[in-house]
């Protein structure tokens, strides 16, 4: 069963850092993902995790954000440094029944999103 809910957003001065939490799932074989949504815009991925760890960023956030997971207590974090005022967004956790998936189309579980003000 996956009901994923996020915490950890919040607002924060440009330069400042959050971290993102999701949990919700019992089974570890999932690919996790962090999109974002910002006013007028489409919903873009941010990062994606696969069962063993293997990640992949956007462009607009490699080298400032990280992803991770916990298998053992099934949570994934993102953790957001030096965040600018363009990582304003609504962010959500996605989640696939697969060892490793980076297309948005095939995740088929989300959250309710978190917001994050920069």
């Known amino acids: 069963q996956v009901q994923l809910v996020e915490s950890g957003g919040g607002s924060v001065q440009a330069g400042g850092s959050l971290r993102l939490s999701c949990a919700g799932w019992?089974?570890?074989?999932?690919?996790m993902a962090w999109f974002r949504q910002a006013p007028g815009k489409e919903r873009e991925g941010v990062a994606v995790i696969g069962t063993y760890g293997t990640t992949i960023y956007s462009d607009s956030v490699r080298g400032r954000f990280t992803v991770s997971r916990d298998n053992a207590n099934n949570t994934v974090n993102l953790m957001m440094n030096s965040l600018k005022p363009e990582d304003t967004a609504m962010y959500y956790c996605?989640?696939?029944?697969?060892?490793?998936?980076?297309?948005?189309?095939?995740?088929?579980?989300w959250g309710q999103g978190t917001q994050v003000t920069v």
């Open positions: 996605a989640a696939v029944f697969s060892l490793y998936c980076a297309r948005e189309r095939y995740f088929a579980y």
């Open positions: 019992t089974d570890g074989k999932l690919s």
